[in-house]
Structure formats: C-alpha cells, structure tokens
C-alpha cells in the first residue's frame, strides 16, 4: 500500500486535535476506559542492532513486520475494545532522507491500516521519524505521511497531549517549531490547571527521565534543565502522567505526583524485556497500566484484576 493510498488512515491528527475524537462528548467522565500503548515498532532496527552498523543497517524487517502485525492482531481481539492505540513514537528506523526510509514506512502503513477501525490509532513523533536534529522539512515530512507532530484530544472526560520530544531534545535547525510547540503547550497546561478534566495525560517518545528526575543526562532521556522544567509545569498542571518508549526497555519512576512510564519495544529489545504492549485503565480516581508480552496478550488478554476495574461505575 503506498503512502498516499494509506493517508486517509493515518491522517487523523490535524489542527492540533485528533479527529476521531472530536466530539464534545468526549470531555465528559462516564466511567473508567482503558487503551493501549505501544512504542518503538522501528522497522529495520533489529538487523541494524545485529550487525552492529544503526547508522546505515537496517535492509531488512521482517521480523518487525511479524511482531507488528502480532501486536494488532492482538489489540483487534481485545474485549472490550480500547478507546484507542497509542504508538509512542520510531515507528520506522531509517532516518528521514536516508535509504529504506520509504519502503520501511509503506510497510508499517500497510500493517497498521489492519488496525481495527473502531480503535483510533494515535502516532506520536520519534528521534528517528523526523531526525536527532530535526528541520522544518523533516517535521513536515512526517505531518504528511502521520499527523500533527503535537496536539490534544480528549476521551472520556480525559485530556491527553501528544508531544514533538525532539524538539525539546534539540531544535537547533528549527528553533522557531519549538517555540511555536511551546506556546501551544502552555496553553494546553492552563487548560488541564483549570481541572476541567478527570485527569490530564502525556504522550511522548523520548522519557523525562528512566528512573529519577536527578539521573544523569543520556540518550535515553532528556537534558536535565529541560526535564526539570517540564515535570515542574507538569506536575503544577496537574498532569497524572506520562508515557513513552525510546530505551526499548521497561522503565520509569516518579516526581512529586507525576508517573514516568517507560514502555520497552514492539520491535527490537535492547534490554531483557520482551516485545510486548501496555494497558493502561483509566479509572476516577487513578492511572493503573501493565505490561504484557504481545505472546500473553494476545493468548490470554487483559487480565481480570484489570477487567474488574472497567466494570467500576
């Protein structure tokens, strides 16, 4: 499936808002959801990983494209279904201008476009979507084959915001996208302040932090000025928390009130974890997610402590 035939399927996010969710409905609580989060399907990262060569590796994807399809195959069977899938970013491996790049994503559309059409899929930017450093036209090149890089929608009485990690990484070739996503942000944070909403959630690829908001900078995380910044406006909005990939392993602490979810990989693992997918049930009073691999999931499903707090009105 070539990109253009795919794009009214993955073109939900315009405007700064998702489309599927547009409805003013949506900004009402009537009782506890759950979704699913997935990160990293990174298509041709495991060859590259494997011949010790992520700069210009990654001719093949196969086994990416198995796991892929496992995890929607998995996320089709759910009952009761998601409110939606999430994919925290790197959806593909090959850099923007670089090869593979087009026919690592064609693949990943043509999976992804099995995606049960009632489960809105939400694809949020990664390092390697629109580059370590990226540009107007890389970003741009990634609002025309996904969405917005940045933008809100609300579920269930619920505000999630979708971030551009890499601009708060390094937006040296683009400082003025950056600032531009900052403003749009302060004014999402005043938003979720107001307590308008059960409560407020973040998507994002790169982690504020593994493990403590003091860990040392890596390239795994954030600069520690900019996460520091961030949790603060975070935490002081009310922000429950945040969710994201990029280390391929499983990972995550906490700041005051705020949860730091660390999801590892669909694709390739870099740690002891497996491939494998998140559930996250949202329920009145609080954020309760797990970790499965996509083999438990998709033989056993959700598990009933997790089911019984759906049926909690």
């Not at 609580?29 to 298509?43: R, S, V």
């Not at 494209?65 to 195959?73: K, P």
């Not at 970790?291 to 759906?310: F, H, M, R, V, W």
């Amino acid at each position: 499936m070539a990109a253009a035939e795919a794009g009214v399927l993955f073109h939900r996010a315009r405007d700064r808002t998702l489309d599927a969710f547009s409805s003013e409905a949506e900004r009402e609580w009537k009782g506890p959801f759950y979704f699913i989060q997935g990160a990293d399907p990174q298509f041709g990262l495991m060859k590259a990983w494997a011949s010790k060569d992520c700069d210009h590796g990654g001719d093949e994807w196969g086994q990416e494209i198995r796991l892929t399809e496992q995890a929607v195959q998995a996320v089709n069977k759910l009952e009761p279904k998601p409110r939606f899938f999430v994919l925290c970013g790197d959806l593909v491996h090959a850099m923007p201008g670089t090869r593979w790049r087009k026919e690592q994503t064609e693949d990943l559309q043509r999976v992804l476009a099995a995606v049960d059409s009632d489960i809105p899929l939400v694809l949020v930017s990664g390092n390697h979507d629109v580059g370590n450093e990226p540009t107007a036209e890389s970003v741009e090149e990634f609002r025309r084959t996904w969405g917005d890089d940045y933008f809100s929608f609300w579920v269930g009485g619920v505000l999630f915001l979708t971030l551009n990690s890499q601009l708060l990484a390094d937006a040296s070739r683009c400082p003025g996208l950056r600032a531009a996503q900052d403003e749009w942000l302060e004014g999402q944070l005043r938003q979720a302040g107001q307590r308008q909403c059960r409560h407020a959630v973040v998507f994002q690829h790169i982690p504020l932090f593994l493990q403590s908001i003091d860990e040392d900078d890596d390239y795994f995380n954030l600069a520690r000025d900019v996460r520091r910044d961030l949790a603060d406006r975070f935490t002081r909005a009310g922000i429950k928390a945040v969710f994201s990939g990029h280390y391929h392993r499983n990972a995550g602490g906490s700041y005051g009130d705020l949860e730091m979810v660390v999801s590892s990989a669909i694709g390739c693992q870099l740690g002891q974890d497996t491939h494998g997918l998140r559930v996250v049930v949202v329920t009145a009073d609080a954020i309760v997610h797990r970790y499965y691999s996509l083999d438990e999931l998709s033989k056993q499903g959700i598990g009933e402590d997790l089911l019984a707090l759906l049926k909690d009105k």
